[in-house]
């Protein structure tokens, strides 16, 4: 595959020229993350540098009778001290066998997950399981707690869940089923909010995710389809959960080549509300990696991020996740990323990926990263600069996300309007920056950012074997 979205960087020159004609930005005090070109206006021997998480524990193993080896499509959330683990238990039966059940584990820390004894619904002669539900719809049931501040109590909790059957063209979604819509006041008894499907245009073949889109006002729907011959997503967005709006499927640059995303894990950043973010599970069909194992295909895990929910930015190609050393990993539909984002400790992200997928040893691990480290603007040894583009200062300070080695530095600059330095706020003035903080305020001598409040400017930040993750005006 070709590096579509790489910043052209030997552009730098023209490009600076053009900082000043375009519109301010208006940040205000909100988190900007270096995951895409949006404050990068011009750039020399600096460029962006993907961050993977660090894995960490297997959290889960499906081995419950009622789970079994295709397990999968898991959704993580917290709901106050309770973070809650949702999944399909299955054993290689069916898309369409309601003999699928929805389970539920429980943690208090993001580590240790226990399945609570529900009582709610028979499988194998037995209520003593965590199943919250049965059906087809169990197939990628996906649940999140409803952000929106008009949800009813009996409703903080929503789901999608559901496919087409089976016939001709189901794949274009021209078969009867669909996604039907499910509520919850406490995450773990539901019901259908009624017989019809809510969403039926698609494939639906995979975890399609529904969310409070706050930062956009509505309900967004991200699901499968099949476009220029690969897996791939489409959203829809709805003000009440029930009436949708036309799904539009997923557009990016152009020149970016089309990848089989086997499912989408998109949500809005924690933290930087305003940027949705999304970590696929990039399909590869026709590689066999193990030879003995019954189904070909091979895939890993990528990062992508939006701005507005239909334009995708494909600023990192390469995987965000690879399947590694252990050949259970090297198995189709291993290495897909679940649903969710959760701060399990100060500052720390966990996320959680599958592995092992068809195995009796199928099972879920977490993923760390640091708070909003998805990817950073990153100098090496021999320095770099970068320029922002315009941008209205919306506090009285500027705080960064930022990491240097122990000879490492990073300082900025403050232009204005016509490209001019500001007296006092020159890279020279600045005070060097040297740690590794997810919160720094950055100074300057003589000078306080605070007289430059609701000025429009731009940054120039100089950098030298350092990484710049994300800034923001602060108060």
């Known amino acids: 595959m070709p590096c579509p979205g790489r910043f052209p960087f030997l552009l730098a020159i023209s490009l600076a020229a053009s900082v000043h004609a375009a519109a301010p930005l208006d940040p205000g005090t909100r988190w900007e993350l270096f995951v895409d070109r949006h404050l ?19 959290v889960l193993v499906t081995d419950a009778p009622w789970e079994g080896p295709t397990s999968a499509y898991f959704t993580v959330l917290r709901d106050g001290g309770v973070i809650r683990l949702y999944y399909r238990g ?195 069909p026709d590689r066999r990696r193990v030879a003995t194992h019954k189904s070909p295909g091979v895939s890993d895990a990528v990062f992508l991020s939006s701005r507005d929910g239909a334009l995708w930015d494909r600023t990192f190609p390469e995987a965000w996740v690879r399947p590694g050393p252990d050949a259970g990993n090297w198995t189709e539909r291993s290495n897909m990323p679940a649903w969710g984002i959760v701060e399990t400790a100060p500052g720390e992200w966990s996320m959680y990926i599958s592995e092992h997928y068809r195995s009796s040893g199928n099972r879920l691990r977490r993923l760390v990263l640091p ?28 705080v960064l996300n930022a990491a240097t080695s122990a000879a490492g530095s990073l300082r900025a600059e403050v232009r204005d309007e016509h490209g001019a330095v500001i007296p006092g706020f020159s890279a020279a003035d600045c005070t060097e920056y040297f740690g590794d903080d997810l919160e720094t305020t950055l100074d300057w001598k003589s000078v306080r950012l605070a007289d430059l409040r609701g000025r429009v400017v731009s940054l120039r930040f100089t950098l030298r074997d350092a990484d710049l993750f994300a800034l923001r005006f602060a108060e």
């Open 40 to 58: 990068v206006a011009s750039a020399r021997d600096a460029a962006p540098r993907l961050h993977p998480p660090r894995r960490a524990e297997v």
């Open 90 to 284: 299955s054993v290689e039966g069916s898309d369409h066998s309601d003999a699928q059940v929805t389970c539920v584990a429980e943690s208090r820390d993001g580590v240790t997950f226990t399945r609570p004894r529900l009582g709610l619904v028979e499988v194998n002669g037995s209520k003593e399981n965590n199943v919250v539900w049965r059906g087809v719809e169990s197939h990628n049931f996906a649940p999140f707690l409803d952000t929106n501040p008009a949800a009813a109590p009996d409703a903080r909790y929503k789901a999608l869940g559901g496919v087409k059957q089976p016939g001709r063209n189901w794949h274009q979604g021209a078969t009867p089923g669909g996604l039907y819509a499910f509520a919850s006041a406490d995450g773990i008894h539901w019901r259908k909010l009624r017989d019809e499907p809510v969403l039926t245009k698609g494939a639906f073949d995979s975890l399609n995710l529904a969310f409070w889109d706050g930062a956009r006002g509505g309900y967004a729907c991200y699901s499968r389809i099949f476009l220029h011959k690969v897996r791939a997503v489409q959203s829809a967005r709805s003000t009440d959960f029930m009436a949708w709006e036309e799904a539009v499927p997923n557009r990016y640059a152009e020149g970016v080549s089309w990848e089989h995303f086997y499912t989408s894990a998109t949500l809005p950043c924690p933290g930087a509300e305003h940027l949705l973010l999304a970590f696929p599970m990039r399909f590869l």
């Open 371 to 398: 708070r909003h480290r998805l990817a950073a603007m990153h100098a090496g040894a021999e320095g770099g600069e970068f320029t922002t583009p315009l941008l209205r200062v919306g506090g009285n300070r500027l």
